[in-house]
């Protein structure tokens, strides 16, 4: 999700497919199960892309933002 937001944060929506080739985070198998888990707790949504319907991006949602500030806040203590 970290790595997610920062590319959303910085305006560099990121593409499912460049999360699944960034393996030295993990295999792309533990980040598509990541994906899912996370569009689940609704943290993250997938956003096809209208001139071509295979690219998916992800882009968190308010309540990751959220969480992730709070997190920040937290650490900040």
Known sequence: MRTITRHYINQDVLRVKQLLDMDFIASPATLH???KKLVAKKMV????????GRVKYLIPTNKALDLLAELGKLVQA
Not at 45 to 52: E, M, R, S, V
């Open 33 to 35: 199960g990541a994906i």
């Open 45 to 52: 949504i997938l956003k096809i892309d209208t001139a071509d």
